[in-house]
């Protein structure tokens, strides 16, 4: 199973959804050198994860939705 960083900071704190991104970012890299796997078994790895974590599973959510929204904006980015 990746490794995933527990939260360093208490739910409501202003930083920890930039700290539950990143976490995520770091879990991702890691899942990216095994296997192939498709969009959604990515994201039920990450959500499993970072709940097993201690993450809050709407954190997560939304994280990955931010995550997914900044790959779309870099990729736009490439074409221009």
């Known amino acids: ?10 739910v409501g704190h202003p930083d920890r959804a930039l700290d539950c991104e990143e976490a995520l970012e770091a879990a991702l890299k890691h899942m990216s050198e095994g296997e192939t796997l498709g969009e959604r078994d990515i994201e039920a790895r990450l959500v499993q994860g970072g709940l097993a974590a201690g993450w809050e599973e709407e954190e997560l959510r939304i994280a990955i ?16």
Not at 65 to 75: T, Y
């Open 1 to 10: 199973m990746t490794y995933f960083a527990s939260p360093k900071r208490p």
């Open 65 to 80: 939705a931010d995550l997914r929204r900044n790959a779309a904006l870099g990729l736009q980015g490439l074409s221009e």
